[in-house]
């Protein structure tokens, strides 16, 4: 007889099939990630946050990371990314985003980048929201001030 959680999260199916299914860089990324001591907590890959399911979400200091494939370099993907990003800059989390490509020839800048974000983060103590997405708009490597493509 199997148990069932106490308490289930609708998006947790969704985070398990997307972190069986990680892209290339996804995986690389999380290899690396996972070997670096971080202050309060550490980052989970495929972490829901509101409706949404974040590449790599560190709760405690309320950074997102996110790799783009070509598909998030088109119109289409550049809205969509704009509206998760104003969600969740709204819920105080840091959105950072790389290009796969980046992962694979410079792993080591990536990290440092993510590194030095970490150290310029306070923590804090509230958890994620589960509210529902508010619309946002803008276009182009830079949606606001808290979220940066490199």
């Given amino acids: 007889m199997t148990r069932e959680p106490a308490r289930s999260d609708p998006r947790t199916p969704r985070a398990r099939a997307l972190r069986r299914d990680a892209t290339p860089a996804e995986r690389r990324l999380w290899n690396a990630l996972r070997l670096i001591e ?13 409706p949404y399911v974040a ?11 996110e790799l ?3 598909q998030h370099g088109r119109l289409e993907g550049l ?21 796969n490509h980046e ?11 993510i590194i030095a974000i970490v150290a310029d983060r306070p923590p804090t103590r509230t958890l994620p929201t589960t509210r529902s ?17 490199i």
Avoid at 38 to 50: C, M, Y
Avoid at 55 to 65: S, T
Avoid at 89 to 95: I, K, M, S
Wanted: hydrophobic share 35%.
């Fill in 133 to 149: 997405a508010r619309g946002g708009r803008g276009i182009g490597d830079v949606c606001n001030d808290q979220t940066k493509r």
């Fill in 79 to 99: 809205r969509r990314d704009a509206r998760r990003t104003a969600y969740l800059a709204q819920e105080g989390y840091r959105v950072v985003r790389f290009w």
């Fill in 55 to 65: 590449d790599f979400a560190h709760h405690g200091l309320r950074i997102v990371v």
């Fill in 68 to 70: 783009d494939g070509d």
């Fill in 38 to 50: 971080l202050p309060q907590g550490h980052f989970r890959r495929q972490a829901p946050v509101g």
């Fill in 103 to 113: 992962v694979a020839e410079n792993l080591d800048g990536v990290i440092e980048t």
